[in-house]
Each structure stands twice: as structure tokens, then as C-alpha cells.
């Protein structure tokens, strides 16, 4: 929000999506968060495994809720103004944890995707990047009301893409990267501080339970 001549600074969360270890995907979630951090915003660096969850079961969720690992990851997007994924592509599509994790987060309500913008990246070892697989994430999160980012970025020969100090290996690459976090960010900004995007989403149609929508020109 604006206060003054001294706004607070954007909050931004960044998360790799996937489970493993020496995750490619993690090492660009790292990359984007220290770009997005130069640009002055707080930076929230998340990964998977900080959201142990079960696969999502109704049942469970009727007897005990929402698991812990989905409760806190909801907590660390409603803090963000906006938030990134670094997502692997597996089998042309969305991994399936990461698809579990919003699933659950989407059950809590309110679910917090509706008021956020979103940036997509993709680190894969393969020559498109786990670019497709961004594509298949668009979806629930569009439906989920998310301002998705229409520009994404994928790491092609994500194994080899990478130098010892976590930069892009490929000039270029790097470049481009840093071309579309800034353009986000500097969209996220004008979006925050001056609310110039449409605001409201329906839960479902006919719902009428929100704030009066803001439009474009307003504001
Ligand atoms: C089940 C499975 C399916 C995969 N399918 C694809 C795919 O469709 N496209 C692709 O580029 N890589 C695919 N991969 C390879 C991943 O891109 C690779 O494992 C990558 O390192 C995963 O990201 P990470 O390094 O962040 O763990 C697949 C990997 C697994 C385990």
C-alpha cells in the first residue's frame, strides 16, 4: 500500500516447486529471488519440502482440515504481494505435488491466489525448458483468479545452465531473465501502489459477496 512518499516495500514470495534435493528448479527460484531483492522488494525464499502434505483426501479433510504443510504455505502467500514458481515440467504437465499443494491451499478460505500476480519459470535438462509445463500451471491458477505473468521463462540444459555463483551460464539467458523479473515487478508495483487492474473475482457466478470492482481507469 501507499503511504506517503515512502511506500513500503513490494513483498514477494519465491518458490521452487520441486522435492529433491539438488533441485535445478530451486537454483532458479534462488536466482529470481536475488534479482527481485536488487530491485528493493522483501523477498520471501520458499521451497517444497518447507510444505510436508499428504495427498489431498476429502475425507481427511473433513475429519481433520487442511494439513499443516498447506496451512503454512497459504500463510506465505498471503503475506506476498505477488509471487514466482519455479516449477519442473514433468511429463509435459505440472508435477503432481506442486498441483496437490495448490489443490490444498485452494480449500482454505479464502483462498489467497485470487488477489495475487504471478511469474512462471522453468528450469529442465531437456532443449524447451519445462516450458509446456508452465502452460499446464496456467491453468488452475488463472482459475484460481491469479494474475499470471503472460511472459514466462524457461532454462533450457538446466544441468549445465548454471555458474558457481548461481548466475545464468548463457549471457543471453541471464539477460532475458532479468528483462522479465523486472518487467513483472514493475508491474506488480503499478499494480499495488496505484491499483489500476481490475480487482474483483467471482467465486462463482452470481456471487456478490466482494468489494465493488475497481475499474481500469479508476483509482
Ligand atoms: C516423472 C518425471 C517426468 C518428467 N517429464 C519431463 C518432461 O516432460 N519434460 C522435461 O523437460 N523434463 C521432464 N523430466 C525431467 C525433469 O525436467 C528433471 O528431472 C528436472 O531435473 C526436474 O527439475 P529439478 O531439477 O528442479 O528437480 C521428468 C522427470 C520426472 C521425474
Not at 109 to 136: C, E, I
Not at 155 to 184: I, K, M, N
Not at 186 to 191: N, R
Not at 195 to 205: A, D, M, P, T
Request: proline share 7%.
Amino acid at each position: 500500500m501507499t503511504t506517503g512518499t515512502h511506500p513500503a516495500p513490494l513483498r514477494v514470495l519465491v518458490f521452487g516447486a520441486a522435492l529433491r534435493a539438488g533441485s535445478t528448479n530451486a537454483r532458479l527460484a534462488s536466482l529470481v529471488a536475488r534479482l527481485i531483492a536488487e530491485s528493493g522488494a522483501d523477498v520471501d525464499l520458499a521451497r517444497m519440502r518447507d510444505f510436508p502434505m499428504p495427498l489431498y483426501d476429502g475425507d481427511a479433510e473433513a475429519v481433520m482440515g487442511p494439513p499443516q504443510g498447506a496451512l503454512a504455505l497459504r500463510g506465505r502467500l498471503e503475506w506476498c504481494d505477488a509471487f514466482v514458481i519455479s516449477s519442473p515440467e514433468y511429463n509435459a504437465s505440472v508435477p503432481g505435488v506442486l498441483k496437490n499443494a495448490i489443490d490444498w491451499v485452494s480449500r482454505i478460505q479464502p483462498q489467497p491466489f485470487k488477489t495475487k500476480h504471478a511469474l512462471l519459470v522453468s528450469a529442465s535438462p531437456s532443449m524447451v525448458g519445462g516450458n509446456r509445463g508452465l502452460w499446464a500451471l496456467r491453468v488452475p491458477l488463472e482459475h484460481l483468479g491469479t494474475r499470471v505473468y503472460p511472459d514466462m521463462f524457461s532454462l533450457a540444459h538446466a544441468y549445465e545452465g548454471f555458474t558457481e555463483d548461481g548466475r545464468l551460464a548463457h549471457p543471453g539467458s541471464q539477460e532475458r531473465l532479468a528483462e522479465t523479473v523486472s518487467a513483472f515487478v514493475h508491474l506488480v508495483e503499478a499494480d499495488v501502489r496505484y491499483v489500476c487492474l481490475q480487482r474483483r473475482w467471482y467465486e462463482f457466478l452470481g456471487d456478490r459477496t466482494e468489494a465493488p470492482v475497481t475499474q481500469r481507469a479508476e483509482g
